[in-house]
């Protein structure tokens, strides 16, 4: 397999045979984000893509995720030609995950997004960050709440399960609480099937530090950041959906099946934030990217 820089891949894809069909991400521009700086973004041709699938056709694979950052910027016959070649190559494959960005989404309607599905694509990973409008001009997402609501919910019409992402402590402590709470009613009108939040991270060099060093940005404690999760459950309602904390950014790493185990996940943050032990968090040393 050719890979071209550092690849990044979502947590629940660990297991998954990880195949580059794009370099970098087409926007690359929000404030928070290192992934794909100095790469400059290409969709590789598909004769690079059907070497790395031959290369791996003799063993079984069970699920592949399409890297970088927003390979369904892919036009959809591309896209088409991939899924595919895979299908025919990897006989045993059982699912195909992308990450996507709203704009990515909307650009297809629900019938390409089934032929997609058609072909294999499982899993569409949506980076939504915030529900707050003003946090997420300030981030410079690129798309507005309409837009990442949209576009959530296509994905769920075509068939394809959805997973977002949220960044906690991303609104600053200033921003804190509307954006806990707008996260909240976001989530609950995208209705995905996974949730996965993380804690923001500084990386040196990004838009986002340069705000944190000047003092515009102010970054809320650990138990701020714990107290966001809180308002985010509080004001989140799914019709079935698998909410994570434990990604390795969190202080304290949850795993909650909603609705069933809502209650008791708030039950237990509260104590957290009721007694405000430091032993209760995950350890600063653990804590990464
Ligand atoms: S769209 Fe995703 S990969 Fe691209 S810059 Fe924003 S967060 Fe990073």
């Given at each position: 397999?050719?890979?071209?820089?550092?690849i990044?891949?979502?947590?629940?894809?660990?297991?998954?045979?990880?195949?580059?069909?794009?370099?970098?991400?087409?926007?690359?521009?929000?404030?928070?984000?290192?992934?794909?700086?100095?790469?400059?973004f290409?969709?590789?041709?598909?004769?690079?893509?059907?070497?790395?699938?031959?290369?791996?056709?003799?063993?079984?694979?069970?699920?592949?995720?399409?890297?970088?950052?927003?390979?369904?910027?892919?036009?959809?016959?591309g896209?088409?030609?991939?899924?595919?070649?895979?299908?025919?190559?990897?006989?045993?494959?059982?699912?195909?995950?992308?990450?996507?960005?709203?704009?990515?989404?909307?650009?297809?309607d629900?019938?390409?997004?089934?032929?997609?599905?058609?072909?294999?694509?499982?899993?569409?990973?949506?980076?939504?960050?915030?529900?707050?409008?003003?946090?997420?001009?300030?981030?410079?997402?690129?798309?507005?709440?309409?837009?990442?609501?949209?576009?959530?919910?296509?994905?769920?019409?075509?068939?394809?399960?959805?997973?977002?992402?949220?960044?906690?402590?991303?609104?600053?402590?200033?921003?804190?609480?509307?954006?806990?709470?707008?996260?909240?009613?976001?989530?609950?009108?995208?209705?995905?099937?996974?949730?996965?939040?993380?804690?923001?991270?500084?990386?040196?060099?990004?838009?986002?530090?340069?705000?944190?060093?000047?003092?515009?940005?102010?970054?809320?404690?650990?138990?701020?950041?714990?107290?966001?999760?809180?308002?985010m459950?509080?004001?989140?309602?799914?019709?079935?959906?698998?909410?994570?904390?434990?990604?390795?950014?969190?202080?304290?790493?949850?795993?909650?099946?909603?609705?069933?185990?809502?209650?008791?996940?708030?039950?237990?943050?509260?104590?957290?934030?009721?007694?405000?032990?430091?032993?209760?968090?995950?350890?600063?040393?653990?804590?990464?990217?």
């Open positions: 397999m050719k890979y071209e820089g550092m990044f891949r979502p947590p629940s894809e660990a297991d998954s045979l990880i195949l580059q069909v794009t370099v970098g991400c087409s926007y690359n521009r929000c404030t928070f984000c290192a992934a794909y700086q100095g790469k400059r290409r969709i590789k041709s598909f004769e690079e893509i059907k070497e790395d699938i031959d290369e791996v056709s003799p063993y079984k694979v069970r699920r592949v995720f399409l890297a970088d950052g927003d390979a369904l910027s892919i036009p959809q016959n896209l088409l030609q991939i899924l595919s070649y895979l299908k025919t190559r990897l006989k045993g494959i059982e699912r195909v995950g992308i990450y996507a960005n709203a704009k990515d989404v909307l650009r297809k629900v019938e390409e997004l089934k032929a997609l599905k058609d072909l294999g694509l499982g899993i569409v990973y949506l980076g939504l960050e915030s529900g707050d409008p003003e946090v997420l001009k300030r981030i410079k997402k690129n798309a507005t709440v309409d837009q990442l609501i949209r576009a959530g919910k296509r994905v769920k019409e075509s068939g394809i399960l959805l997973s977002v992402t949220v960044i906690l402590g991303i609104g600053g402590v200033e921003g804190s609480h509307a954006h806990a709470v707008e996260t909240g009613k976001v989530l609950s009108k995208m209705d995905p099937d996974y949730v996965g939040a993380l804690s923001l991270m500084i990386v040196p060099g990004t838009p986002i530090a340069k705000e944190i060093e000047t003092g515009n940005l102010v970054l809320p404690t650990p138990f701020g950041l714990i107290q966001e999760l809180e308002m459950i509080t004001h989140s309602q799914f019709t079935h959906c698998f909410f994570a904390s434990n990604h390795a950014s969190n202080y304290l790493p949850l795993r909650i099946q909603m609705p069933e185990e809502k209650e008791e996940a708030l039950k237990r943050i509260r104590e957290v934030l009721r007694r405000k032990d430091p032993d209760l968090l995950r350890p600063e040393y653990l804590r990464a990217l």
